[in-house]
């Protein structure tokens, strides 16, 4: 079968197989500059995640080409 960004081989595919799950995710902005973004993993987009933030109904679109680490809290 022909690999697709759904399948788990790409970041898209296997982050979908977390969706519900607690997660950290780390950006890179820059050169040197981490950020780092914790909540509930709500969906994943083609070039985003979406993220319920910790303690709060709020919601956070965070662009996937930046990331570079994700932690998956099992």
């Given amino acids: 079968a022909?690999?697709?960004m759904q399948?788990?081989?790409y970041l898209n595919g296997f982050l979908?197989?977390?969706i519900g799950k607690q997660v950290l995710?780390?950006?890179l902005l820059g050169s040197n500059?981490?950020?780092d973004?914790?909540?509930r993993l709500l969906d994943v987009g083609a070039n985003?995640?979406?993220l319920q933030l910790a303690n709060s109904d709020?919601?956070?679109?965070?662009?996937?080409f930046n990331i570079r680490f994700v932690t998956v809290y099992q």
């Fill in 2 to 4: 022909p690999m697709t």
């Fill in 7 to 9: 399948g788990t081989e």
């Fill in 16 to 18: 979908r197989t977390q």
């Fill in 25 to 27: 995710v780390q950006f």
């Fill in 33 to 35: 500059t981490f950020v």
């Fill in 37 to 39: 973004k914790s909540g």
């Fill in 48 to 50: 985003y995640i979406l």
């Fill in 58 to 64: 709020d919601l956070l679109v965070c662009d996937f």
